[in-house]
């Protein structure tokens, strides 16, 4: 059985990794932002070769297990928080926290609903599925990321799940730097900058794509 703390530092170091793959992945996609023929043929490239390279292949099964740890440690730990509430009645805790940080299970909840739908679109249909292959013999991902994209109704939901994901960001970076008890009080503000900044481009980075794409391809 884990203790508090550990399961703490659990959350903390599959939540830096996961915001560390966010920004390998959020660089990767950015070529979505190029003309299309470009976009068409260097993103499927990209995709080939995460696809066949053994060391991209070990980094997506400690991805996938992150994934599951930092949601099945983040569910016990706020199923823990709302036991433990009625010690926090009096203190005005409510007050001193924002409210997204009183909500980290809400937001992870709906990142964990938006991640399903999104690997069962993409990274299901790309390794099980039949997708064509582009002219240079690769499974064409790009043109399924289009055909996706140009459903208004998934556009809404990526938006709306990038919006989550920044808040779950900011205060997941802030925690995670605590935990880590990095946070020194000299540099509070860089910390918190630094966070909000890398958790706002990512967010609105991502949410971008799918807006780009679905006015480009229409």
Known sequence: ML???SRKMLMCLTGLFLSFFLLI???GNLQLFLPQEQAHLQFNAYSHFLSGNIVIKVVSYVLYASIVLHAVDGLIITIKNRRSGRYYQSDRRNRACKWYSRNMGILGTLILIFLVIHF???WYVYKFGTPPIDENGNKNLYILVVAVF???WY???YVLSMAALCYHLIHGIHSAVRTLGAYHPKFVKWFKTVG???SVIISVG???MPIYV???AN
């Open 120 to 122: 069962q679109n993409f």
């Open 206 to 208: 991502f949410a971008l």
């Open 155 to 157: 556009v809404i939901v």
């Open 196 to 198: 909000i900044a890398y």
């Open 25 to 27: 992945h959020f660089l």
């Open 3 to 5: 203790s508090t703390l």
């Open 214 to 216: 679905f006015f480009t």
């Open 150 to 152: 140009k459903e208004w």
